[in-house]
């Protein structure tokens, strides 16, 4: 037997791939019709635990083609959203500039010793896109902490908790050389705005994999007793577009620099029609997802098409199990 054949995700049918993350029936769970002003699309919502709530950030997409971010609060995470009734942070290139052309995908993490929430996001600024940070406590009020990556750099998040003394916060920067290849990084911080220690620590892969030349970060970093669980996008080109496709990386719990396991396969892929068919085809692309620590369940949120926002959920045990049985990364 081939060595994939050891790792691969096997279903209950002989012939079927196991769905490690199943869709919500009443995907998608949100649209630009459920948005209270008009909007062209809504779709890659960051998604965090607030007051027992689950609150989505969506990035929602006007028609000039600019985005801004807009809450939406539900008990259970998938009916009865509250929706803010107007944007809840949008872009201020008054003040500042890197924000002139919109900002999008937003990333909150809960940060424990500061007592406030982190949300990582993209800023286009005219230079390209790049990543900003702001802080809030309750969603209304954000304090903006500015550009921390230059550009181009996107698709960041930050860890929960500062690791030996350090903020870590993961990103994606593309290089300026006409390189084709974009690999995740990780850099470190004392403040969460002036940041070093850049280091590759998942790079695309090359030629036929699904997840070749470009990969970037999904939702934030998840910690487990196994490792930080950690959920990103390969896009593979092919002669009818790009396919955006999830798959998982397991990092040492308390070396984050070190990655332990990354799947062969990808493990989430645009199936459903509210995934292949939309502004942009074929794209899954979470920004957030929840944990329930008492039933292990991973709620992920993700936007289908760059139209939509969907939901699937997952076990935590068993992403832990297949992560597990995934090859150790090649040095
Ligand atoms: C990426 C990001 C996402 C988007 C995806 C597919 O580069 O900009 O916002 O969902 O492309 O268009």
Redesign the pocket.
Known sequence: MGKHFKTRLIGGDKNSYKELFKRHKSNPILTSKDWPYPANTV??PAATMYQDKVLLLARVEDRRGFSHFTKAISEDGINNWKIDECPTLEADPENYPEEAWGI??PRITWLEELGKYAVAYTAYSKGGPLVCMALTKDFVDFERLGPIMPPED?DAALFPRTINGKWLLIHRPIPANNDPEAHIWVSSSDDLKYWGQHHTLIKARKGGWWDANKVGLNAPPLETPEGWLILYHGVKQTAGGAI?RLGLVLLDLEDPFKVIRRSDEWIFGPEESYEKEGD?DD?V?PCGWVLNEKTGEIKMYY?GA?TCIAMATADLKELLEYIKRCPAEEK
Request: charged fraction near 35%.
């Open positions: 779709f890659n999008e995908d996107k955006y942009v794209v692309f936007g760059d």
